[in-house]
């Protein structure tokens, strides 16, 4: 007959249903085990990059323990200045070289040159200056005021990093 359509149907006995259900099953597991097997070596490499990040970091404080050891017997310190957010990170020495306490210390560039003795703070902001303008190393000797307002004399040597599009950073 023309207008009428055919549609093949497929008759499953409860036999045909248990094995279709049955490689579905064994399908969905054999998926699974592959996924667990997955995961357990995507875990095993994960204990193992901690393990390796714990064993970085704990080289890393023995370098820094060992660092502020040699600055303290050199009585020499080092700082660094973010010129893009103003900050100042020093190290510990470098608060035991200006006897103030490492919680009360400088965190800008303005609280450090308050500690600059006034008859070399232009020194030190021209030797700044040149850093900063020109690209060029400085090493000057300035004086300090210490807490008790005694002065000490240090040795500063400063080199400025650079962006790519040779702002100061």
């Known amino acids: 007959e023309s207008g009428t359509r055919q549609v093949p149907v497929k008759v499953a006995t409860v036999e045909d249903k248990q094995m279709i259900y049955e490689n579905y099953r064994q399908a969905l597991a054999r998926k699974l085990d592959r996924k667990v ?28 323990s060992r660092l502020s050891e040699a600055q303290r017997i050199a009585k020499m310190g080092n700082w660094d200045w973010d010129i893009v957010n103003n900050n100042f990170y020093c190290s510990r ?10 919680t ?33 190393p400085y090493s ?18 400063a080199e400025v990093t650079f962006d790519r599009e040779g702002r100061a950073v």
């Open 37 to 64: 097997r997955e995961l357990e070596k995507e875990r095993s490499a994960l204990k193992t990059s901690e393990e390796k990040l714990r064993l970085l970091v704990e080289e890393l404080q023995r370098s820094e």
């Open 93 to 102: 020495e470098v608060y035991r070289i200006f006897r103030i306490d490492t």
């Open 104 to 136: 009360s210390f400088i965190v800008a560039f303005e609280e450090f040159i308050n500690l600059v003795h006034p008859d070399d703070v232009e020194l030190v902001k021209r030797a700044v200056d040149k850093a900063l303008l020109d690209g060029v």
């Open 140 to 157: 000057i000797d300035h004086r300090i005021i210490l807490p008790d307002g005694t002065n000490r004399i240090v040795h500063e040597q």
